[in-house]
């Protein structure tokens, strides 16, 4: 993200219904409802916090949320450098940086006194390299004056042009946040936004139909931004995609780690938090309320075990993940598979040819068409990036992204010495392919909500992903989620509060 955050910078400044009973009249019984959440990602943990919040003193409302790992976070996590976090500090291992305009984080790292902070330590003077095997095609200098000339000399004015469309899609984006009534289909929801074009088309489609723009540009710039990002290419991957890598401008990350948020979210919920729990299946079961009416219930099972009973269920993690028995569908969105490298050493700056001194701090390779330089045409890694300098040592701490394991003997060529690696294989994001309208996933996976029959149901967060996988959509998603429960269980006569932003007091 951080490329292309550095040159848009280089030429323009940043951007900057119905109740589920009926009430009798004059008594208001208070009701139950209880809600399970599974994922105590950023997804999960922001649906505790927002359900905690905007449900008055009628509907009383009691969350668990299961978490199968051993900590809250889900794809938000950071590990200590050499496992000594007090000597070296962390590295962020997955979600890495959020923007200003990412409104929920934001308003969430204010409210609950957490500092933000860059990503790369500021005693390391990033400079960014695109590497095509065997040269530079592009790097930044130390001097912005001299890098803006020759971009413009490399460029014209595409880079001008591209800010335009990334600042216009941000606005049409934006109006996310003033929504006031739930969406129950995500094509509802793009429609509305107006970002059809954006996630029909691939990028190279989009940018080929806007014209005029210059195509090294898109392959050297843009598109490395996109293989930073997300792993992909503009020929496969939707332009918003694309626009989501390009709007990085002053990117920040919290101080001590991303999950702080989550975690806070969980804490200040009031759920009751089950980690290390898996659900392993979900159940419908029809039972009677006190006046003989039937209603929908979920049972929830576990690993260990229990079983228990819910009004509404939302899933908040890639369904596939989940591996939930009754929802292995053939048509879910493939998700790619990101290798993270974290290491400490002292990089070969003879691997590219460099004097140690000019070698770029953040180096990422180039896609097609200029792969011929790579053994086969495939880039061994996508990234590699210093980040923090050890003290007391010649040694930097290195994040790599790849497709592919790295190597040992690959290691062992690209640095000098080495005093720790760190390997993780994740399923980071779904690949995001162009998307026509009937090929979202669904956010309502069971239940009745748009002839308000019934107002249980189970509610899936993810759909959301395949649009835009972000921590901050993540809680924008929930929050959408949350107020389809309000819209049906707040009736006028059960006099819930409005639903306002969400936050509550917080
Ligand atoms: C390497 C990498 C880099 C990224 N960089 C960025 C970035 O810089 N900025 C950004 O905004 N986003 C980034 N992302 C994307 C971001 O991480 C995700 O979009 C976001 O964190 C997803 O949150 P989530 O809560 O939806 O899912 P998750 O974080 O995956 O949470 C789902 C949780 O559900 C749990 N779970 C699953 N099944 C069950 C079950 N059956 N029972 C109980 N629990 C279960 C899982 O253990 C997990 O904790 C990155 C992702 C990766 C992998
Ligand atoms: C809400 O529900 C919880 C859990 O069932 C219960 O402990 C609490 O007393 C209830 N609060 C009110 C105001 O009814
Ligand atoms: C963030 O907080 C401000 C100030 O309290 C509030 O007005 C705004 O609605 C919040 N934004 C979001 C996206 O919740
Ligand atoms: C917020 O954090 C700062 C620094 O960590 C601390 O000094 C301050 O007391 C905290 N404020 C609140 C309200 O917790
Ligand atoms: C670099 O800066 C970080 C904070 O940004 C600090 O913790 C670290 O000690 C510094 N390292 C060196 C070698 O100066
Ligand atoms: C550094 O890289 C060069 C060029 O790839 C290679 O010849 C050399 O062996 C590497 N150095 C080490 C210590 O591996
Ligand atoms: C760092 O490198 C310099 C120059 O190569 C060397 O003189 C010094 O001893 C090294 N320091 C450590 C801690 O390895």
């Known amino acids: ?136 095609l592009f790097q930044e200098t130390s001097s912005g004056w001299f890098d803006k000339v020759r971009a413009i000399w490399r460029y014209g004015l595409t880079p001008l042009k591209i800010k335009k469309i990334v600042s216009t899609i941000t606005g049409r984006w934006l109006d996310i946040y003033h929504e006031s009534s739930a969406f129950v289909h995500m094509e509802t929801i793009v429609d509305k936004l107006g970002l059809g074009d954006e996630v029909e088309m691939t990028a190279a489609e989009y940018y080929a139909k806007k014209g005029g723009l210059n195509e090294r540009y898109l392959r050297e710039i843009v598109q490395s931004a996109t293989r930073v990002n997300y792993g992909q290419n503009l020929d496969s991957m939707h332009a918003l995609g694309s626009h989501i890598s390009m709007a990085a401008a002053g990117a920040k990350s919290i101080k001590g780690g991303n999950f702080q948020i989550f975690e806070q979210f969980a804490l200040r919920s009031n759920a009751d938090i089950r980690l290390n729990t898996v659900v392993t299946d979900i159940q419908t079961s029809l039972e009677y309320d006190s006046e003989n009416r039937p209603i929908t219930r979920y049972i929830l099972e576990t690993d260990a075990g229990t079983m228990e009973s819910f009004d509404a269920v939302i899933v908040a993690a890639p369904l596939q993940s989940t591996n939930l028995k009754s929802f292995r569908r053939p048509e879910m969105p493939e998700y790619k598979t990101i290798h993270v490298t974290l290491i400490a050493g002292v990089p070969n700056s003879s691997y590219f040819d460099k004097s140690s001194i000019d070698v770029p701090t953040t180096i990422v390779t180039t896609g097609p068409p200029y792969v011929d330089h790579f053994d086969n045409g495939i880039p061994p890694w996508t990234t590699f990036a210093q980040h923090k300098i050890v003290h007391d040592s010649n040694e930097t701490v290195v994040k790599m992204f790849s497709e592919r394991r790295v190597t040992d003997e690959q290691l062992n060529e690209l640095f000098e010495s080495r005093s720790w690696t760190y390997r993780k294989e994740w399923d980071a994001y779904p690949v995001l392919k162009t998307l026509k309208s009937s090929n979202w996933m669904p956010i309502v996976l069971d239940g009745n909500t748009e002839n308000g029959i019934d107002t249980s149901g189970i509610f899936y967060v993810n759909s959301f992903e395949s649009l835009f996988s972000t921590m901050e959509s993540q809680t924008v998603a929930s929050k959408n989620i949350v107020r389809l429960l309000h819209q049906e269980w707040c009736a006028p006569a059960q006099d819930c509060p409005e639903f306002g932003d969400g936050w509550g007091s917080h």
């Open 1 to 136: 993200m951080k490329l292309s955050a550095i040159l848009l910078l280089l030429f323009v400044a940043p951007l900057s219904s119905h109740t589920l009973e009926q009430t009798p009249i004059h008594v208001h019984p208070v009701v139950e409802k209880r809600v399970a959440i599974i994922g105590g990602g950023a997804a999960g943990t922001s649906a505790a916090f927002w359900l905690s919040n905007v449900f008055g003193s009628h509907i009383n409302v009691s969350t668990t949320l299961y978490e199968r790992d051993s900590y809250l976070g889900g794809r938000s996590i950071t590990v200590p450098i050499k496992d000594d976090e007090e000597s070296y500090g962390y590295m962020e291992l997955g979600a890495s940086i959020f923007v200003p305009v990412n409104y929920n984080l934001m308003n969430a790292t204010k409210r609950f006194n957490l500092t933000l902070t860059t990503l790369v330590d500021r005693n390391i003077s990033e400079r960014i390299g695109v590497w095509d095997g065997e040269q530079f």
